[in-house]
């Protein structure tokens, strides 16, 4: 079948915001359900990070509103215009800052991944220069914003630094976690190694959707660099949905974790944060033939789950530490 120009318009400008609706739709009926278990399950949760969802929220349905509005302007209120609904993208700011507004919600999924990462690491060294990369990303897409409101030809360059910046610093958060998974996994008591190996296949799995959409997202807007195709608004559309997905996937995950390690309690693991010596057995002296002493060393890991989501809060050391920690937050992962 061959298309007209005036359906190739149709389709291949007007159509990817449908498409793109119809994902957003489809995945913020996904985050309702997740923040209905997130409420129902965690009512003990520290303040900050009730913050954090709750804000979450807001973003996210005001997000599916302004889709749905804008397929509805473009397509009943502009029903007989076409050049008059293509120009909204570039004339109106709740369609040409669409853009920046995804971007926003990108960065402020990020910033709860990099609060991950520092948890993590105990390091800001590895999380500002991932941070620096992040705030590039989105001071990019300000740029790019600008270029649209002017229909610049530098908007698809601003769009490729957002997106490949976005791509490589989610990609270098999603490594430097694994790295310190992995690393910790080589310190803890065996049968602690499981949940952390399930700790790592969460990492990969919650950050796998959103980067293949980011990366599709960049490969569409640099195919396709005109005006007479906006292929990637689609994916653009759906990418702040999959970040937020990915997040409530995470904290959601601390329920099923606990039930996996034999946990029942709160945010805290059970054992005690120190290393203890006993001494409980008899070693033998070969030259006076008696029962001596034989000292044994029990390391004890606790897990804490209350920093990794909670920004303002703080580990303390148990009172009766005698010998080097050997801690390690696990619910953040």
């Not at 601003?158 to 490594?175: E, I, K, N, P, Y």
Request: charged share 15%; with cysteine; proline share 3%.
């Amino acid at each position: 079948m061959a298309y007209t120009d005036y359906q190739k318009i149709s389709v291949y400008v007007l159509g990817p915001w449908v498409i793109g609706a119809f994902a957003d739709c489809l995945l913020q009926g996904i985050l309702l359900a997740q923040f209905a278990s997130y409420f129902r399950w965690y009512k003990d949760d520290p303040w900050g990070v009730k913050a954090m969802v709750i804000g979450l929220v807001i973003l996210t349905c005001l997000k599916t509103i302004q889709s749905c509005a804008i397929v509805w302007i473009q397509n009943i209120l502009f029903f007989n215009d076409q050049t008059g609904a293509i120009n909204l993208s570039y004339t109106t700011w709740w369609q040409s800052g669409n853009p920046l507004i995804v971007a926003f919600m990108g960065l402020y999924v990020q910033a709860y991944f990099l609060h991950r990462l520092r948890v993590i690491s105990k390091s800001w060294i590895v999380v500002v220069p991932i941070a620096l990369i992040m705030l590039f990303a989105f001071l990019a897409m300000v740029m790019g914003t600008i270029a649209i409101s002017r229909v610049g030809d530098d908007i698809a360059m601003w769009f490729a630094a957002h997106l490949s910046s976005v791509f490589a610093g989610d990609l270098l958060m999603t490594l430097a976690m694994m790295y310190y998974l992995l690393k910790t996994k080589r310190t803890v008591l065996p049968q602690t190694v499981g949940l952390i190996t399930a700790l790592i296949r969460l990492t990969l799995s919650s950050a796998a959707p959103a980067a293949i959409c980011a990366m599709i997202n960049l490969a569409l807007s640099q195919a396709y660099k005109g005006t007479n195709n906006l292929m990637s608004t689609a994916f653009n559309q759906a990418l702040p949905k999959l970040y937020a997905v990915s997040m409530m996937y995470i904290l959601n995950s601390r329920r099923s974790l606990r039930a996996g390690s034999g946990r029942s309690d709160g945010m805290s693991g059970s054992t005690s944060n120190h290393q203890m010596s006993r001494r409980t057995a008899a070693r033998t002296d070969p030259e006076r033939g008696l029962g001596g002493i034989t000292v044994h060393t029990e390391t004890r890991n606790h897990i804490d789950f209350r920093d990794a989501f909670d920004p303002t809060a703080s580990s303390a050391k148990s009172p009766n530490s005698e010998t080097k920690e050997a801690s390690f937050e696990l619910e953040n992962k």
